[in-house]
Nanobody, 115 residues
Framework: QVQLVESGGGLVQPGGSLRLSCAAS????????MGWYRQAPGKQRELVAS???????NYLGSVKGRFTISRDSALNMVYLQMNSLKPEDTAVYYC?????????WGQGTQVTVSS
């Protein structure tokens, strides 16, 4: 069964760090490039970072230099290390294939950046 489970979100002060984790079923992980997406209240979901099976990464301009995406093929895991967090990073974060392949979305993990 196709499954994506995100974790690691929370409340953090501006300038703080969080590490998000995504457990993906093997079929997704082996076949597709992966991405981290986010959706803030009242806004459309946007791609934050992506990583190919070969480890090539790409980032949304506003997070470049602050966020790092990585993947562990042995564990079928995708990670997003987020440093120097800003209030505008507040959103629900999701992982999924990149580009969107119509795979059902997980529940996401809430990231709130606030003092």
């Amino acid at each position: 069964q196709v499954q994506l489970v995100e974790s690691g979100g929370g409340l953090v002060q501006p300038g703080g760090s969080l590490r998000l984790s995504c457990a993906a079923s093997g079929r997704i992980f082996r076949i597709y490039d992966m991405g981290w997406y986010r959706q803030a209240p009242g806004k459309q979901r946007e791609l934050v970072a992506s990583i190919t099976s070969g480890g090539y990464t790409n980032y949304l301009g506003s997070v470049k230099g602050r966020f790092t995406i990585s993947r562990d093929s042995a564990l079928n895991m995708v990670y997003l290390q987020m440093n120097s967090l800003k209030p505008e990073d507040t959103a629900v974060y999701y992982c999924n294939a990149y580009p969107d392949r119509g795979i059902p979305w997980g529940q996401g993990t809430q990231v709130t950046v606030s003092s």
